[in-house]
């Protein structure tokens, strides 16, 4: 059985959409396709990979601890539940 697969289309700079599935986070599925993306921890508690989640949903595999605004998601630590606009800061 092959597990559903979420696109992440992002909206700045000249980037294709990419595939993502529940097995990576979004971080990861990023950088398969060589797509800088600034990080630190990795793990929620830094900030450093806050992106703006422009549309869809998100589901965290460890609770985030860092500061995000209403519309910010931190990649490192969640996969896309279905697919997802962002835009990385
Ligand atoms: S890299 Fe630290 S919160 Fe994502």
Do not use: W
């Not at 980037?15 to 929620?44: A, F, M, W």
């Not at 630590?77 to 835009?87: N, Q, R, S, T």
Request: glycine content about 6%.
């Amino acid at each position: 059985m092959s597990e559903k697969k979420s696109t992440v289309i992002i909206v700045d700079g000249d980037h294709p959409p990419i595939l993502t599935d529940h097995s990576d986070t979004i971080l990861e599925s990023l950088e398969k396709q060589n797509i800088e993306v600034h990080y630190h921890c990795r793990e929620g508690f830094c900030g450093a990979c806050r992106s703006k989640l422009i549309s869809g949903e998100v589901d965290y595999k460890t609770d985030p601890l860092a500061y995000i605004d209403d519309d910010e998601f931190l990649p490192c630590c969640c996969i896309a539940l279905g697919d997802i606009k962002i835009k990385l800061v």
